[in-house]
């Protein structure tokens, strides 16, 4: 081998990309509490939130907590089965914190309202929500005034598909443990089995559809909802989903 050919060589390629983190709010400096909130939402979807990459957000507490009652709340969501990989909210404060961690901070990472705790009428089907619940269609946005993203092949598991400021439009099935993703809205004319991801970037007015909803999970800006809280009479079926406010909501198609 050529010595040339050698020396370009390298151990590895480091390169940066779309992937799935998990952020958590922390409202409460009880870490019992909060590994015990984390082990209910991980029974309720465990192939989404067991062992998933975790950033925690403490900019919802009246105080930043120090390195050790820190320590103390990353160690709960460990037990409860998650990864925590670093913390959010931007302020030196917590670029001080992240520091002392020995943790990266993600500065500009968007964290997005929880989704509203499941109620009968957000976890049933449109034709039992108030008519008003519907908003009326989405104005332009800079997602959606650009040209989609068109996928015609399956999406399989472990693949993902992101459409970076525009919307997404798949021409065939999303298999289970695929991803899509679309800064703007996601459009399945197939089956959709995986995780659809729409307003990935904050847009609230992104919505999702699917020819044949099965989802393992949907997410509209940050709000999302499992396969176990969707109306049975809605699974297999054509589906649209859509934010009312912090609810998400879907109806038959």
Known sequence: MAAGSTAARTAAELKFGQVGVASLSVRD????????????????????????????DLSRLPALPNADETRVLLEAARAAGMLPVGLSYGTAENEQLAHLLNLPLFAKFRISPEPAAPTP????????????????????????????????????????????????????????????????????????????????????????????????LISIAGHYRVFEDVPTDLRGKAVQAWLDGERLVLEKL
């Open 121 to 216: 009428s957000s976890s049933s089907s449109s034709q039992a929500a108030p008519a008003a619940a519907k908003p009326p269609a989405p104005p332009s946005t800079p997602a959606s005034a650009t040209a989609g993203l068109h996928h015609a092949k399956p999406v399989r598991s472990g693949q993902q598909v992101y459409a970076r400021g525009r919307d997404l439009v798949l021409g065939a099935s999303v298999g289970n443990g695929a991803e899509v993703i679309a800064d703007g809205s996601v459009h399945v004319y197939g089956r959709l089995s995986g995780r659809a991801v729409a307003g990935a970037q904050g847009d609230t007015t992104a919505r999702i559809y699917a020819q044949d909803f099965q989802a393992e």
């Open 29 to 56: 400096r009880d870490a019992e509490a909060l590994l015990a909130d984390l082990k209910q939402r991980i029974a309720a979807a465990p192939a989404l939130f067991r062992r998933a990459p975790l950033i925690l």
